[in-house]
């Protein structure tokens, strides 16, 4: 698979079909973007490392490592996979934007997809700003990761209220599902919901 997706112009054809049409802060679409063209600040030092890599061989490719391989990166994946039931997501699934299962919708998976994304870019930036710190905060940074994945799609939800145009978001949908015309955060494991909407709370 990672054959299929190492490329450039394999990463940049969802990237310019999907950036504009996600309705989401352009915050959220610049780290995908920057990951898509290979422009991620810091991912064309050589040698490159991660600081949560401590004295051992640096990785072999940034983009891989810091979106995918990372204990940061696994850490997000981890709560796309509890929001999917435990169903292992593959690379292509976040890179590509390609739902990774029937019961996500097509045009609201991109959103979840560029969340994880950019909470995998603010590990990043998070573990090179307390890399001095002793002991590493590799465990509070991926913390501070997830929460803000979640925090995206909540913000998002809060924003928008009801559902964009097209989107089939059900009351059990994951991620983010439709209750009394609202859009609410479905949070893993049973957790409470978020109520988005003031009116909702």
């Known amino acids: 698979m990672y054959g299929q997706i190492r490329g450039n112009n394999n990463l940049q ?14 915050r959220v679409k610049e780290p995908f973007w920057r990951m898509a063209v290979g422009a991620t600040p810091g991912s064309r030092v050589r ?11 640096p990785p ?14 696994v850490a997000v994946r981890g709560q796309l996979e509890s929001g999917l039931g435990g169903l292992t997501v593959q690379r292509s699934a976040v ?3 390609d739902p990774p299962s029937p019961s996500v919708d097509a045009r609201a998976w991109p959103l979840v997809a560029m969340a994880a994304v950019a909470a995998m870019d603010y590990g990043r930036r998070m573990l090179w700003a307390r890399r001095r710190e002793d002991p590493a905060p590799l465990l509070a940074v991926a913390h501070l990761s997830v929460a803000r994945f979640w925090r ?16 089939a978001v059900g009351p059990q949908h994951p991620f983010l599902r439709l209750v009394a015309d609202c859009l609410e955060v479905s949070l893993p494991g049973g957790a409470p919901v978020v109520p988005a909407c003031p009116a909702c709370s």
Do not use: Q
């Open 13 to 26: 054809s969802p990237c310019r079909s999907m950036k504009e049409r996600v309705p989401c802060d352009k």
């Open 47 to 57: 040698p490159w490392t991660c600081p949560c890599v401590g004295g051992t061989a």
């Open 60 to 73: 072999s490719c940034s983009r891989m490592h810091t979106f995918w391989e990372c204990p940061v990166a």
């Open 95 to 97: 890179w590509l934007l």
């Open 152 to 167: 995206v799609i909540a913000e998002f939800a809060a924003v928008t209220r009801a559902p964009p145009r097209g989107w």
